[in-house]
């Protein structure tokens, strides 16, 4: 394989969740299995119609629960969050980045993040990224959450609407020091 189809490219494919006929957008990208390029094809705008629970099933997609240990909520659908950009912080081992904490984006952290490195309020229109502003919820990575509670620049964090996976990286402590509820 050439390093140009070694890249990781984002493959878009919408479907169509039986649970309130919403249709999600998911992103899917390669990903590396025992450093082997893993390619995942998926036909641009496939539907797969069934219960969100198949899909998941499908996709490999960890079980929907919080870090209270309850159903996972969503954490945005707009703007649509998540690595699979179905509004809740989903993950699987197709995700290296735990994109598993919701936070609610603050001006300071959203600077923060942009000075290492992770531009998150420029919009990237070739990739249908509006950019983030103050106020918004997104599924952020939890390394990213560890690094900006160690600066003292962590956001607010959803609880309800963080994957328990963020706790293999993060601890619980820290994240109901920020959280929004109480718990």
């Known amino acids: 394989m050439g390093d140009a189809s070694r890249r990781a490219k984002a493959i878009a494919f919408s479907a169509l969740m039986e649970s309130g006929r919403m249709a999600y957008s998911f992103v899917l990208r390669n990903f590396r299995v025992a450093n082997e390029p893993v390619r995942l094809e998926i036909a641009l705008q496939h539907r797969i119609a069934g219960k969100r629970e198949d899909l998941m099933q499908a996709m490999d997609i960890d079980h929907s629960i919080n870090v209270l240990g309850e159903k996972l909520e969503p954490c945005s659908t707009d703007p649509v969050t998540g690595f699979f950009r179905n ?17 609610v984006m603050t001006a300071e952290f959203l600077a ?13 229109p ?15 990575c ?6 900006a509670y160690a600066a003292g620049m962590a956001p607010r964090v959803k609880l ?17 020091e920020h959280a929004l509820e109480r718990s």
């Open 87 to 103: 509004g809740c912080c989903d993950t699987s081992g197709a995700d290296p980045g735990s994109h598993t904490v919701c936070v």
């Open 160 to 176: 309800i609407s963080t994957h328990r996976k963020a706790l293999e990286i993060v601890a619980l402590d820290h994240l109901r």
């Open 126 to 140: 070739e990739f249908g990224f509006e950019g983030l502003k103050p106020g918004a919820q997104w599924c952020l």
């Open 112 to 124: 923060f993040s942009k000075a290492r490195g992770n531009d998150l309020s420029t919009p990237r």
């Open 142 to 147: 939890a390394a990213r959450f560890v690094e």
